[in-house]
């Protein structure tokens, strides 16, 4: 005999409800576990969550870098990293070259 879709709805229920508690149950376990390893190794936040792509040292983050073009007419400047300004666009960079 085929369930109905009641006692179907009530199955799927009672599974939800299941997988709810054991989840639940499976990840208080999983921190602990997490928690265990970072106090074994004295970890940081920063080597456990590295910021940015390919977990840059922090010597690197942020560093300003030198501009290589130069606007004559308006002194504006662009490190050739990015987005090219409009000044730029279309034209020989050699001739902006710092």
């Given amino acids: 005999m085929n369930p109905s879709y009641k006692d179907l709805l009530k199955q799927r229920e009672a599974l939800e409800l299941q997988i709810s508690e054991a989840r639940d149950r499976e990840l208080a376990?999983?921190?602990?576990?997490?928690?265990?390893?970072?106090?074994?190794?004295g970890l940081t936040q920063q080597e456990v969550f590295?910021?940015?792509?390919?977990?840059?040292?922090?010597?690197?983050?942020?560093v300003k870098v030198a501009p290589k073009y130069r606007d004559p007419a308006t002194g504006q400047t662009w490190t050739g990293r990015?987005?090219?300004p409009k000044w730029i666009q279309n034209e020989d960079r050699e001739k902006f070259a710092i």
Avoid at 29 to 41: D, H, K, N, P, Y
Avoid at 51 to 61: E, L, N, W
């Fill in 29 to 41: 376990a999983a921190v602990a576990q997490v928690r265990g390893l970072i106090a074994e190794f």
């Fill in 50 to 62: 590295p910021v940015g792509r390919g977990a840059r040292t922090s010597a690197s983050i942020g």
């Fill in 82 to 84: 990015g987005k090219a």
